[in-house]
């Protein structure tokens, strides 16, 4: 078997997690005391199983973090081709999550560029590689360099709510303080953090949250179009209307809710977002154009889970076996949430059970309780299967619609940084 | 014999100091949860090429071993100026021994990263006296290659 190397090691990623810990100990002065030998010494342990390119790849990193926060000491020279082309190539590299050669390619055009475009490029490929920690502090690096270019504190946001939920809430609060005044795409990413986090929130206090998002959807919105830059960023207007109708149904105003979709779908009609949005609405009350709004999010091959999750549902209790697998198949490609993961492989053991492929079946039965032991549903179709065979889909106990309606819409991510 | 370096707190006399803390002149020991050697239930050091760890040149050694005063000729240095980069011997880094008691052990698909081991059974006590009685022979030298 191949060694799992540099960005997919996880010893590689556990050195450079506590690298990333022993910079901003070393930026605040403080690295020459207990705290920095002790995590000097945990940094011994996950080194102990690097190998030498994989050691040389991690000191280039750290002569990278040094970068950070730190003044260009001379202009950038004169731009050749060749620094030019080292860029693209990078860019290249990163698409085939050749992570470490990329990384370096950028330091070879560095000399040639300013620091915040180098360190914004090093932020993108670290946030690839699934470093959104390390991502974020090149961003931020990259907005105080030039904080005229709202889109890095805006990627900073985004890396900094994967790396440290809490931090991104705090700093969300603090920037909603003043939504009036600050760009509205940072806006837009402050509130979507906020009403995802609502998830953790007893059910009056998140209605409160949702309720104190509404105007600030709406400001940013606003300013959107005020300020021409809707169709520039169309997508992330797309999907402040999403949140926006989201905000509405969570307090019972579906009506409303539905208004943002449409007038968002009029304006945006391409974007799969919306017509998943309004076809989760409609399922179970308008069924047919429901199915039909998830087949156009499917058509525009949305990233999202929910349209092939929602499609296999349907395409189940249609007895379309041929469909509900291959939604399913899609939606477990791009599911997250563990409750979703399971139901989908339950429906593909259902599709194998009514083919006659009984082992294929067991085994997706039991990938799906892996993923939700608990669910009584599953539970009991996969005994049903084991003590019948049954191949007849009727026998089975399906997710009723409604139970489906309640899926959380905060899982609801309608913009990926 | 194997030219080797390694990294380690320096005593007042700047020769490398002896003890079984981490960067010292000695290998840690259980229970200390970093340990360098397994010890068996009579005291003595498993030989399975566990030990101190060493490398071909200090540059080939990760950063946070490396005195961060160093960063102008390392850039990626972030190890605490306490530390010095010592060196002992002269010769090719390869399996070989390095004094009587103690032997370079490359670690597994290595050609630059090795530890120094115990040629033979011995206890935990005499290994840290082993290491120990190198002390003076380690000079330091933080030239890159």
């Not at chain 1, 990193?61 to 030019?84: C, G, H, I, N, Q």
């Not at chain 1, 039991?366 to 549903?377: G, I």
């Not at chain 2, 002896?18 to 030989?47: W, Y």
Request: with cysteine; aromatic share 10%; proline share 6%.
């Amino acid at each position: 078997m191949n060694k799992r190397r540099f960005f997919e090691n996880p010893r590689f990623r556990e050195y450079v997690a506590l690298l990333r810990e022993l910079h901003d100990l070393i930026r605040r002065g403080a690295d020459e005391s207990e705290e920095g030998e002790a995590l000097r010494e945990r940094m011994d342990v996950p080194a102990e199983y690097l190998d030498q390119d994989e050691i040389d790849v991690a000191n280039q990193l750290s002569a990278d973090l040094y970068t950070l926060f730190m003044e260009a000491k001379e202009s950038p020279l004169p731009m050749v081709p060749r620094a030019r082309e080292a860029i693209i190539a990078s860019f290249a590299e990163r698409n085939k999550r050749q992570f470490a050669h990329a990384l370096d390619l950028l330091r070879t055009a560095a000399p040639h560029f300013e620091v915040w475009q180098i360190n914004y490029a090093r932020g993108s490929t670290l946030l690839d590689a699934g470093l959104p920690g390390l991502a974020a502090d090149f961003f931020l690096d990259a907005s105080r360099r030039r904080p005229e270019y709202p889109n890095f504190r805006f990627m900073w946001l985004s890396a900094l709510a994967y790396a440290a939920p809490e931090a991104a809430r705090n700093e969300s609060q603090a920037i909603l303080k003043n939504y009036t005044e600050e760009d509205p795409k940072l806006i837009y990413k402050a509130a979507d953090i906020l009403f995802a986090e609502t998830r953790n929130l007893p059910d009056a206090e998140a209605a409160d949250v949702i309720q104190g998002l509404i105007p600030v959807f709406e400001d940013c919105i606003f300013r959107f179009q005020l300020n021409g830059h809707e169709t520039e960023e169309n997508s992330t207007v797309a999907a402040a209307m999403t949140l926006l109708g989201f905000c509405h149904e969570h307090l019972g105003r579906d009506d409303v809710a539905l208004t943002y979709f449409d007038r968002g779908l009029k304006l945006y009609p391409h974007n799969d977002a919306l017509y998943v949005a309004r076809g989760m609405q409609r399922y179970g009350e308008d069924t047919v154009s429901a199915v039909g709004d998830f087949r156009k999010a499917t058509e525009l091959d949305s990233k999202l889970v929910w349209p092939y999750f929602f499609l296999a549902h349907f395409y189940l209790g249609q007895g379309d076996i041929e469909e509900c697998m291959k939604m399913a198949s899609a939606a477990l490609q791009r599911a997250t949430v563990a409750s979703v993961k399971a139901d989908c492989l339950e429906w593909i053991a259902i599709c194998q059970a009514s083919l006659g492929n009984p082992e294929v079946a067991i085994a997706s039965f039991d990938e799906a309780l892996k993923w939700a032991p608990q669910n009584p549903r599953i539970v009991h179709n996969r005994q049903l299967f084991q003590q019948q065979a049954a191949n007849d889909i009727s026998g089975y106990d399906l997710v009723p619609i409604d139970e489906l309606q309640t899926v959380d819409r905060r899982h609801f991510s309608p913009l990926a940084a | 014999m194997p030219t080797i370096y390694r990294p380690m707190k320096t005593d007042e006399d700047m020769l490398p100091r002896c003890g079984a803390a981490s960067k010292e002149l000695g290998v840690r020991i259980p229970p200390n949860e970093h340990s360098d050697v397994d010890v068996t239930e009579e005291n003595t050091v498993v030989l399975n090429r566990r030990g101190m760890s060493v490398g071909r040149h200090w540059t080939s050694l990760p950063g946070h071993l490396i005195p961060k005063r160093l960063v102008q000729t390392f850039p990626g240095a972030t190890g605490s100026n306490s530390l010095s980069c010592y060196r002992f011997g002269h010769g090719e880094f390869t399996d070989g021994t390095i004094t009587n008691d103690l032997l370079l052990a490359l670690k597994p698909n290595s050609t630059t990263l090795g530890n120094l081991v115990p040629v033979y059974e011995m206890s935990v006590e005499s290994l840290q006296t082993a290491l120990g009685q190198t002390r003076e022979r380690w000079v330091v030298d933080e030239d890159l290659p």
